[in-house]
């Protein structure tokens, strides 16, 4: 039994135009000790499903399809329960670390809380646990800063402490969502290498959401594309980005930025722009923006075409986009 | 941390409206401890044969058309203003935040109903209120502290739950939920902290209002009742004699405007240092 697996899961946004749906029927499923990556761009159900995943949807939010933890449905689980799995079972790990601290508590106190919550440890114990994380994530000096509040520290010390909370009871799954985007590409890399390495020795279950081809490309085994609140390709890592396959995950990696390319040469970028919640078509979500779309495309949402091993694409046009022969 | 404390405090002490403010709150203060243990004559003294006597070594501010010293009454009558507007502000504070909290944790019809409920206490100003509650209970000064507190419910209430979603919509209280904290320790824990400074300030400037309100009670006979001292039942006596002593009406009617005066400074001094956003936009 996989430790996550998600079926048909659809997220239903309230909007001042009436529900939206960000996820479509997204199914994966995640093994103990994978390290899953999640790419898309902004507004393609992403952050959503991570969200889903631990209950925290947004107000008026609604949540259909079946997300089994350990075999545990969590769709329509009570609240108590989901508080739970919460920081114990499942750890999260948000975007700004400028703001994901609490800026009036100490640092140590904010990375005890879950051992308190979840392990009734008291507090010298649990204060000595925090300090021992600080260090095991790679903040110097955990000692004298775990009594420094946010403000007193930068970024990536921030970022390390919000990671020290997630891991603080020694989740199984670890979600990180865009755990790294708002440091600089140095401590980008220095983090996402701590965090790999931590979940190889715990065999803690990692899933990596990013909008960057590269991070995912080396710091998971698996991953998933996702597009107007779809999974439009999964696989291996290394086969998928070897042989990108849907027209979308292409143009993708085609938008990257690339050292050398010289002066003057623009950046490629898929035409039109990515859709709103609301009117994303009944078909492939990708059909308006593709240019080898076809009728078929828009008709209906297309089926999990195989690639390769393991590697799937949601796209009738592979033969087109020049994947298979 | 001492260095924090000791910049707020060189911050304090340079703020105009703080330092002013808390003077005269400070002043106010003082009147009311020292009636505790010391007055210049007993406050509810009669002798009518001293009666309107103009300020003397003596009666340093005259005494009233009963002989009573009105500086004893003035001392006495601070006790009776910070008795009534801690109070009713202390009720306004304890059950509006409640109040507050509570919407903006639950949302939906919880929060509906809470702020319904809030706009219904709202809708009766605190003269109005104390007026049924004399009708309903007799005057006295229990009535008027109830009915102040009453008028003060929505107002904590409203700028709880206004605060309270803000805070909210932040992200480490998301970070807190994903740690799996539920609703009622995130709000003790994380909101009610980082609100606190708004409360204060709210409840300093509330704290001006009641003593305003108490004065006004009083003066129409509906607060505090003789021979318990108040500024606004001395203000009420006074009116018959004011063309042949206007000081009894100026005395207590200076010692409230300075008392709402310092709270209000007080208030505005306090939002400045203790929230340095604010204070740059204004």
């Known amino acids: ?81 989901l508080c739970r799995l919460r920081g114990d079972r499942i750890g999260m790990v948000f975007q700004e670390p400028m703001t994901a601290l609490n800026p009036l508590h ?16 008291s507090n010298p114990a649990a204060h000595e646990a925090a300090v021992a994380l600080l ?53 980008q890399r220095q983090i996402l290498d701590r965090l790999a390495e931590l979940s190889e020795e715990s065999g803690m279950a990692l899933l990596l959401i990013s909008h960057d081809l590269g991070v995912i490309a080396e710091n998971t085994r698996r991953m998933l594309v996702m597009y107007g609140g779809s999974i439009v390709e999964s696989g291996p890592t290394a086969a998928v980005l070897q042989r990108l396959a849907h027209p979308y995950s292409q143009g993708l990696l085609g938008a990257r930025p690339r050292l050398g390319a010289g002066r003057g040469n623009r950046l490629a970028t898929i035409p039109g722009s990515a859709p709103e919640l609301a ?23 297309p089926p999990p075409e195989p690639v390769g091993p393991g590697h799937v694409a949601r796209c009738i046009r592979l033969d087109a986009a020049g994947v298979r022969p | 941390m001492s260095d924090l404390a000791l910049s707020f405090r060189r911050r304090a002490l340079g703020h105009a409206s703080f ?31 001293h009666k309107l006597l103009p300020p003397s070594a003596a009666h340093w501010f005259g005494t009233d058309s009963l002989g009573r010293d009105v500086l004893s009454e003035l001392l006495a009558g601070a006790r009776t203003s910070i008795l009534v507007g801690a109070i009713a502000v202390g009720i306004g504070v304890v059950l509006g935040t409640a109040l507050g909290l509570l919407a903006a944790a639950r949302r ?28 309903l209970l007799g005057p006295g000064i229990v009535n008027s502290i109830v009915a102040i507190g009453i008028f003060n419910v929505p107002v904590f209430a409203r700028l709880t739950r206004a605060q309270a979603k803000a805070v909210w919509a932040r992200e480490f209280v998301l970070a807190a939920r994903a740690a799996g904290k539920g609703g009622f320790r995130i709000t003790l824990e994380h909101v009610l902290p980082n609100i606190l400074s708004v409360i204060v300030v709210q409840a300093t400037i509330q704290f001006a209002t009641a003593i305003l309100a108490e004065a006004a009670l009083s003066y129409l006979g509906l607060g505090t009742q003789p021979p318990q ?54």
């Open chain 1, 1 to 81: 039994m996989a430790l996550l697996e998600v079926e048909n899961l659809e997220v239903r946004l309230k909007t001042v135009r009436g529900m939206a749906a960000a996820v479509r029927g997204a199914s994966f499923a995640l093994e103990r000790g994978e390290r899953l990556g999640l790419v898309g761009e902004s507004g393609s159900g992403k952050s959503m499903t991570a969200l889903a995943l631990l209950g925290l949807l947004p107000e008026g939010a609604e949540l259909a399809g079946s997300i089994r933890f350990e075999g545990q449905e969590l769709v329509g689980l009570a609240e108590s329960e």
């Open chain 1, 106 to 121: 100490t640092v140590g106190r904010q990375v005890a809380e879950p051992l308190r919550l979840h392990r009734g440890l």
């Open chain 1, 135 to 187: 260090d095991r994530v790679g903040l110097p000096d955990a000692e004298r800063r775990a009594h420094a509040y946010p403000h007193q520290l930068s970024g990536g010390q921030r970022q390390r402490v919000v990671i020290a909370m997630a891991l603080a009871c020694a989740p199984d799954l670890l979600i990180a969502d865009e755990p790294t985007t708002a440091l600089d590409v140095t401590l």
């Open chain 1, 279 to 301: 009117e994303i078509p009944s078909g492939c979500p990708f059909a308006e923006r593709c240019r080898l779309a076809i009728d078929a495309c828009r008709a209906a949402p």
């Open chain 2, 19 to 49: 330092a002013v403010g808390g003077a005269l709150t400070l002043l106010l203060l003082l009147a009311a401890l020292v009636s505790l243990v010391w007055t210049p004559w007993p406050f509810d003294e009669l002798d009518i044969p």
């Open chain 2, 108 to 135: 939906g019809s919880i929060e509906e109903l809470a702020m319904r409920f809030s706009d219904f206490a709202f809708a009766f100003p605190a003269i109005l209120s104390a007026v049924m509650l004399s009708a």
């Open chain 2, 229 to 282: 001292p108040s500024w606004g039942r001395m203000l009420n006596e006074a009116q018959l004699q004011l063309l042949q002593a206007p000081r009894l009406a100026i005395f207590p009617g200076l010692a409230i405007a300075l008392s709402v005066l310092g709270l209000n400074l007080l208030g505005d001094g306090l939002r400045d240092l203790l929230d340095p956003r604010l204070a740059r936009k204004r």
